[in-house]
């Protein structure tokens, strides 16, 4: 079986990777920094670029939106019951792709089919030729319509989390995909300051 470019090109940029790994392999397991980064897997946002991280600095969690999901607060715990993280930083992004679509449009698509679906400039449409399933709409895609409004929650749930202790400062930023800035949502860092 033949192997895709991507799969080609991912193994091509491995080898020289390896090439030039050096010390890399003696960084310890605990992120030397101290802090994570919960934030969107959009492809246009590198969090070792806008927020200056070197392997080994800080645990990066991504889900789509950035959302403070159960699973997002399970890597935060692990991340400084475990590892010692003393800071958390919450990142969204302007222009997310988790504001064009709500629970039930993603239920509706997927119960059409599996296929990609395309979006029209109005509104998300499925091309597919099914079969699809229903249960896309058991799922809480954790979608939103306000930016700001999202970190500032999701900051709310992290500081709010029975097994996130008082003590870690959890902050609140929009990434600019534009710019590349991030610009500190203050409501959201006043709701994760630390406290006794």
């Known amino acids: ?64 939106g950035g959302r403070a999901s159960d699973d997002a607060i399970r890597s935060l715990v692990i991340s400084y019951k475990l590892l010692g993280t003393k800071e958390f930083f919450v990142v969204h992004h302007t222009e997310c792709g988790m504001v064009l679509f709500n629970s039930e449009i993603m239920g509706e698509l997927l119960e059409k089919s599996l296929e990609t679906a395309v979006h029209d400039g109005k509104g998300w ?49 929009l990434y600019n995909v534009k710019t590349g800035k991030l610009k500190e949502i203050s409501e959201a860092t006043t709701v994760g300051r630390a406290g006794a």
């Open 1 to 64: 079986m033949s192997k895709s470019q991507i799969v080609q090109e991912v193994e091509n940029a491995n080898a020289k990777y390896v090439a030039s790994f050096g010390e890399k392999g003696k960084l310890a397991l605990p992120p030397g920094r101290r802090f994570a980064v919960l934030t969107c897997m959009d492809a246009r946002l590198d969090p070792a670029k806008y927020a200056g991280l070197a392997e080994g600095d800080a645990h990066v969690i991504r889900n789509a």
């Open 125 to 173: 449409k499925d091309v597919g030729k099914g079969p699809g399933s229903k249960e896309g709409q058991k799922v809480d895609w954790l979608t939103f319509t306000d930016d700001e409004k999202a970190v500032v929650e999701d900051v709310k749930r992290i500081r709010n989390h029975p097994l996130v202790p008082k003590s870690i400062p959890v902050y609140g930023y």
